[in-house]
Structures are given as C-alpha cells and as structure tokens.
C-alpha cells in the first residue's frame, strides 16, 4: 500500500487549497479513506472521512468549510479546504484501514498564515 499526499503550502487566513493523495496497492475503490492532520504539539485528528459509496462525514471544526472527494478511475482522494485558519496548521495525512492495518502516506504540511 502506497499513498502520496499533495497539495500542501503555505495559504493565509481565509484561504484555499486543494489536497491530493494518489493511492496504489489495493483496490481504491473498496475502501473507505480519510484524512486526519496533526497541528504542532497537538494529538493526530481525523478531520473527514469518505467511504466507498462516496459519503462524507466531518470533524465538527470543519464541517461547511471543507469537501472529501474520491476518484476512483485516478484512485485519488482529495480534501478541498476553504476558510481556512491559523489554528489549522498542520500536516495533513490520507489514510487507509486495510486488512485490518492502518496505512498513512507521508502529510503533506499546510501553514495558514500572513
């Protein structure tokens, strides 16, 4: 299992960006995905997860702000973050539970700031 997370920069406050993870490894199609992140100092949080069917669910903090989307013809999730804040500082890791063994790629660094 591979999986290369992009997309990451520096942004200001209230600002986009678009992050990829292109997966390989597995069928992409036949599992759910996430994304967490982990602010300096701070414990790892899921931030949103998609399952095969293509629903979402959100951390409470981000809900109406950012989007999970998955292609499965590019085997790609993406996460698209809108508003974001200084506090989401952070680096961003897609992830996959398969057989039963948690894989991360390896987080692409987001810093909101001016």
């Known amino acids: 299992v591979q999986l290369q997370a992009s997309g990451g920069g520096l942004v200001q406050p209230g600002g986009s960006l678009r992050l990829s993870c292109a997966a390989s490894?597995?069928?992409?199609?036949?599992?759910?995905m996430n994304w967490y992140r982990q602010a300096p100092g701070k414990q790892c949080e899921l931030v949103a997860a998609?399952?095969?069917?293509?629903?979402?669910n959100y951390a409470d903090s981000v809900k109406g702000r950012f989007t999970i989307s998955r292609d499965n013809a590019e085997n790609t999730v993406f996460l698209q973050m809108n508003s974001l804040k200084p506090e989401e500082t952070a680096i961003y890791y897609c992830?996959?539970?398969?057989?039963?063994?948690?894989?991360w790629g390896q987080g692409t660094l987001v810093t909101v700031s001016s």
């Open positions: 992830h996959v539970n398969y057989r039963r063994i948690n894989h």
């Open positions: 998609i399952t095969t069917g293509s629903s979402a």
């Open positions: 490894g597995f069928i992409f199609s036949a599992y759910a």
